[in-house]
């Protein structure tokens, strides 16, 4: 009789194992499945996230190519009105002073010109940090977007405030000086695009014009304007190397992705 019950606990020993090792097989096979799901789950979550990022940065590229275009146009404008600015610093005015120049030289317009934040503001506004298969990119367009930009901001809301808020000279000047056609299309950007007569002898208005152009106060507005058009400037340049830069970065980044 002992050895039967030796005999029947040996054998129900050996089923639990059996079924012990069943069950931790088939946990193993669930839990692989598991992980197997997931890791499809995530492939197919980081294709998704790649391919918006890739549509991200096409977009990116074309707000890019603007500024490129845009801050091209705005050193134009701006190297023109200092070279007027250097004009009226480094001479002695007189009678052979062209007025059109003079009045070029006072100033009275700002510089508004700004990075298209567009996409970016849109990337942010998804909540997506990062560029999931870019992300050697990343920080060069969050700096970029983030500083070059504040740069550019600051440096723009100076000018204008000194051309709106901060300029008294034209007050001064409009107090015994009457706006020519041509002062009023400057300041106008073009608009009137009617002619006015004036009312003030031209000979008087010029002779007022040079006085000023070689007073203290006259020059010393000349040279602030052409210190802060001088820094305008060297933003606007960077803006356009950064932005070239950064245009170049971003092909070979997306051009790297299409190889494989």
């Not at 009789?1 to 606990?9: A, F, Y």
């Not at 009678?95 to 510089?111: A, N, Q, R, T, V």
């Amino acid at each position: 009789m002992e050895k039967n019950k030796t005999g029947s606990s040996a054998e129900a020993s050996a089923k639990v194992g059996k079924y012990l090792k069943y069950a931790i097989g088939e946990i193993v096979l669930v839990v692989i499945g598991i992980l197997i799901a997931l890791s499809i789950n995530n492939w197919n979550e980081s294709r998704k996230d790649f391919a918006k990022s890739k549509n991200y940065l096409s977009e990116i590229l074309k707000d890019l190519k603007g500024d490129t275009i845009s801050f091209n146009r705005a050193i134009r404008s701006v190297t023109a009105t200092i070279a007027v600015e250097e004009w009226v610093i480094n001479r002695i005015h007189d009678e052979s002073s062209p007025i059109d120049s003079l009045w070029m030289s006072f100033g009275g317009i700002y510089y508004d010109f700004a990075i298209n934040d567009r996409t970016f503001q849109k990337v942010q506004n998804a909540g997506d940090s990062k560029f999931t298969g870019f992300e050697s990119v990343t920080d060069e367009i969050n700096n970029y977007y983030a500083i070059t930009k504040k740069r550019v901001e600051d440096h723009t809301a100076w000018d204008k405030k000194e051309v709106t808020e901060n300029q008294s000279y034209m007050r001064d000047l409009e107090a015994y000086i009457e706006i020519d056609s041509f002062r009023m299309a400057i300041v106008g950007a073009g608009i009137p695009e009617k002619s006015f007569s004036i009312r003030q002898d031209s000979l008087e208005q010029m002779t007022m014009m040079i006085e000023f152009a070689n007073s203290i106060k006259g020059r010393n507005h000349f040279k602030n304007n052409y210190i802060r058009h001088s820094r305008l400037l060297n933003q606007f340049i960077k803006v356009k190397q950064t932005s070239t830069e950064l245009i170049t970065i971003i092909n070979e980044e997306i051009e790297k992705t299409e190889k494989f």
